[in-house]
């Protein structure tokens, strides 16, 4: 039996963080895992494959519309759907080996299994139970379910977002339930790929949570690209049909009731925290009402030395946020000052176009009962957007009207999800806008949206 510093359970972007950092500062690790391979949801069905279909059918969508254009000629390019698999399960393999790596590098135990806290001290992993001074809880989230929709992803009807990444084909038709980050993706590779995609959503937005002015040319641009919205409805039941399944809504505005029959239902309803099976209840670890690990401003559950981060944890649920919050608590643990600045998460939508945010939308700020000033530049006014022909969107840039501090930017256009970090650096040293349109911005980039958007806010955007 082994005695170590630190337990980390949960290899995704959390747990595989949280013991590198660990091990950098002197500890003795391990980090229990109990897929095949390591980097959590985020690699093995989330962030990473996701993305590379995202890339995939974003240069299929670029051939057929786009090649022409610009007298690029010739035969129109064709999907072999298991080749574009093998391309994203390489992908993903690539990115799991590499966190092996990392764990041999760094010198970290991958105890395989699925790991059990037997109490303070104590993670049991098959038969043997394991010592440790520390216990971090990283055990990620999974797919919400929803009432009346019964997901069974190997069938390839219904299924959620780690179905959808694997369908055994491209379907011709289908429902995307929830209009979230996930079901936005998901279903654009989809639409791009030649499904006709209709998606659901419960609320009367798209992207619930993103500024208002993002969520309306957000949609307008997907609706251009053939994604079909039904706003404002609750889905009842999914049932089986010959060739698909067919889905029953109510409308909210006037409770009618409609149906739509697709070759594939998506059910992107959002996560739930998981730490089924975890022993969370006999080891005495206090959960929220919404079932996620309650913690303190330093990661620390109600147990002394048990810590959780994460998707198991209140907040966004995003791997960037989990990778701040597994340094953080690797840095705590080693007696050190571990922070995560909460205000300054970006979000990022990767569609084509982008969509990124950070800090506060200007409907939060307004609330807030700040004086709030909003610069806007639309990248119609940037000959880089202009030339790769994404001109659709804009940069709006919010900061409060005293000070001038920026308090938030949302970006919808090319490279939003790169562009946001000017913004994200410029509010960690609380900037003004002025910082940034006082800066100077290498020409053509569409970063240089970002500037006009800053110049906006002061003595006015150049291009517009
Ligand atoms: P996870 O990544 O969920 O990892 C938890 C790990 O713990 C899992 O591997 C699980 O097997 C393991 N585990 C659980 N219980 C035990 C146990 N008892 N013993 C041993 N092991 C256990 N986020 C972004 O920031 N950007 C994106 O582009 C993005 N795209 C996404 C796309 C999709 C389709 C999905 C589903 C998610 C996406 N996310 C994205 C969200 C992101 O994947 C999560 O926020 C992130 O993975 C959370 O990291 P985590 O370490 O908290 O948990």
């Known amino acids: ?39 959590g949801t985020c690699l093995n069905v989330g962030c990473i494959p996701s993305k590379a279909l995202l890339h995939a059918s974003h240069l299929l969508h670029e051939t057929h519309e786009n090649f022409e254009k610009m007298g690029l000629m010739g035969a129109k390019v064709k999907v072999d759907w298991s080749k574009m698999q093998g391309y994203k399960s390489e992908t993903v393999s690539g990115n799991t080996k590499g966190i092996e790596f990392l764990f041999k590098k760094n010198k970290i135990d991958w105890l395989k299994g699925w790991g059990v806290i037997e109490g303070p001290g104590k993670v049991k992993v098959g038969d043997t139970v394991y010592e440790t001074k520390n216990i971090v809880i990283a055990t990620g989230s999974a797919p919400a379910t929803l009432k009346g929709v019964d997901v069974d992803n190997d069938a ?26 996930i079901g936005l993706e998901l279903g654009s590779v989809y639409s791009r790929l030649g499904a006709e995609v209709t998606v659901i959503e419960y609320l009367d937005v798209v992207a619930p949570g993103m500024d208002a002015e993002v ?14 919205f039904v706003l404002g409805a609750a889905v009842q039941k999914a049932e089986a049909v010959k060739g698909g399944a067919k889905l029953t809504y109510k409308l909210k505005k006037d409770d009618s009731e409609h149906t739509v029959e697709a070759e594939t239902v998506l059910v992107a309803t959002g996560r739930r925290p998981f730490v089924d099976g975890l022993g969370l ?76 945010s950070v800090g506060l939308t200007e409907e939060a700020a307004k609330e807030s009962g700040r004086k709030i000033k909003v610069g806007k530049f639309p990248f119609m006014g940037n000959a880089r957007a202009k030339a790769v022909m994404q001109a659709d969107g804009f940069v709006k840039m919010i900061a409060d009207a005293e000070t001038d501090r920026i308090l938030g930017c949302h970006i919808i256009g090319p490279n939003a999800g790169e562009m946001i970090h000017e913004i994200c650096v410029a509010m960690e040293f609380g900037a003004s806008a002025e910082d940034v349109a006082l800066t100077c911005h290498a020409h053509p980039t569409t970063s240089e949206a970002v500037r006009e958007a800053a110049l ?8 517009v």
């Open 1 to 39: 039996m082994s005695t170590y510093d630190l337990i980390v359970i949960g290899a995704g972007p959390g747990g595989y963080v949280c013991a590198i950092r660990a091990a950098q500062l002197g500890l003795k690790v391990a980090c229990v895992e109990g897929r095949e391979t390591l980097g």
């Open 156 to 181: 390839g009807i219904v299924v959620d977002s780690t179905g959808a990444l694997a369908l055994p084909k491209i379907p011709k038709s289908m429902i995307v339930i929830g209009a979230g980050v």
């Open 215 to 228: 969520q309306k040319q957000f949609q307008k641009v997907l609706t251009k690209q053939g994604l079909k």
């Open 281 to 356: 209840e006999k080891a005495g670890v206090a959960l929220t009402d919404r079932g996620f690990v309650k913690i303190d401003n330093h990661w620390q559950t109600n147990i002394p030395g048990i810590y959780a981060i994460g998707d198991a944890v209140p907040g966004p649920m995003l791997a960037h946020k989990a990778e701040d919050e597994g340094m953080a608590a690797a840095e705590v643990i080693a007696g050190k000052h571990g922070h995560v600045n909460y205000d300054v998460i970006p979000g990022v939508i990767y569609t084509t176009p982008e969509v990124a």
């Open 456 to 463: 906006a806010l002061g003595g006015g955007a150049i291009h």
